[in-house]
């Protein structure tokens, strides 16, 4: 089985975990995240904080709706494999920054675990040069 093949399918996030590039642990929010593989390489990610308050009423107050997207990243596209390293295509994105550009994660599957770690990239919650490790569950089909 290809690991394009052990990817497929939907992922939920069971921890994160930010480090400076040094190593330094940095401390972070809780997260909730859904992670989608699909044939054909494509991928869906949603991250939000798991402590985000729901607004009071809908639609929510420009300020309720501000402290709604500040606690959200979700990002979709193309994916491909190259050894331990899985690039992440981006074509659509919470952060139009992003879109058009590429964000490579190093990735061990061991089992129903999926574990990615980023390269040393500015934190989109507050700048600071980071490394995220993110670990997944695969969900049943």
Known sequence: MTAEDQLAGTWRLLSLS??????????????????TFSPGRRFMLMLTWA????PANDPPTDAE?????????AFAGSFEIDGDRLLFHIEISWNETW???QHPRTFVL???RLTLTTDPRPSAFDGR???YT????????
């Open 99 to 101: 879109t058009g550009h």
């Open 65 to 73: 709706r501000a402290a709604l997207h500040k606690s959200f990243i």
């Open 51 to 54: 402590d985000r308050p729901a």
């Open 134 to 141: 993110q670990v997944w569950e695969k969900l049943p089909a």
């Open 129 to 131: 040069d980071s490394v």
């Open 18 to 35: 930010r480090h400076t590039p040094e190593g330094a642990r940095i401390p972070d929010r809780p997260r909730r995240g859904l992670l």
């Open 110 to 112: 061991t089992g129903d």
